[in-house]
Structures are given as C-alpha cells and as structure tokens.
C-alpha cells in the first residue's frame, strides 16, 4: 500500500486526540494507527513508542478519549501540559463530549476560521481553555 492509500483508509484521528491531517508530518506519516508512523512525539523514545498509543492498546480502546481515567491522565502527551501543551488532551475531551465525526468538523471549521491548529489551542493558558476554543466552532 502506498502512503496516500494508508491516510486515505485510516482514521485520521490519533490515540492522543491530535488530528493527523493537520500534523506537520502529515505529508509523510501515515498516523500512529499504522505501520508508517513517524510520529515526531513517538520518536522521542529510545524505542520510538509513544505510551498513548501504547496505553490504549494494552486497554483495548479506540483512544484516550474512551478512557475514564483521561481528565487525570498524565501519561505520555498528556504529561506535556506543564509545558503548556493542551490541544491533545482539550481534543480528547471534546471527542469523549461530542464524538470524532463532530471533532474533525469542528477542527476543520476552526482551522478555515484561521485558528493555528495546535498552537491557537495550546497559547489558550489551559486544557479548558483550549476545549471552550474548540467548543466555540461547534
């Protein structure tokens, strides 16, 4: 299968909540959900694993988003948040809120409304900030 073919086939949606479309990456990786995974968080582990994937994997879930323990979760992205990044866990929030269907659309409307997708979300301050931004393209 060639690159195009996986993205097209794949969701597109990450374990973490991040939206693969609009990765920086996203012209050559297929996402974290396939086997050409170049995820840029993923590959700053020695054995190139990210724990989100890794989590929701041993948990047998679609994604953080479906797991009870994702508000308190500090596990891989999520233990970023110190470092004020948001956007990850605010989209899972959302996701769990509204559903994946809901969360590509809304991105997508954010982003054609000229919000910087992650940096907007993550210069909101906090993870409720960065989901009422979200929440605000609804």
């Known amino acids: 299968m060639t690159l195009d073919e996986v993205k097209s086939s794949t969701d597109r ?15 050559g990786c297929g996402g974290c959900r396939t086997d050409m995974n170049y995820c840029s968080f993923a590959g700053a582990f020695e054995d ?41 866990k605010a989209t899972a929030l959302f996701i769990r809120k509204y559903g994946k269907e809901c969360y590509t659309a809304t991105l997508g409307r954010a982003i054609d409304c000229g919000e910087d997708y992650p940096r907007s979300f993550d210069e909101t301050g906090s993870v409720g900030n960065a989901l009422a931004l979200l929440e605000k393209y609804l």
Do not use: Q, W
């Open 48 to 88: 190139k694993k990210c724990p989100n994937v890794e989590c929701c994997r041993e948990r047998g879930i679609d994604g953080c988003y479906e797991c009870d323990d994702v508000v308190v979760c500090k596990k891989g992205y999520y233990e970023n948040e110190d470092k004020g990044e948001y956007v990850a």
């Open 13 to 27: 949606v990450s374990y973490c909540g991040h939206h693969c479309t609009y990765c920086f990456l996203a012209a």
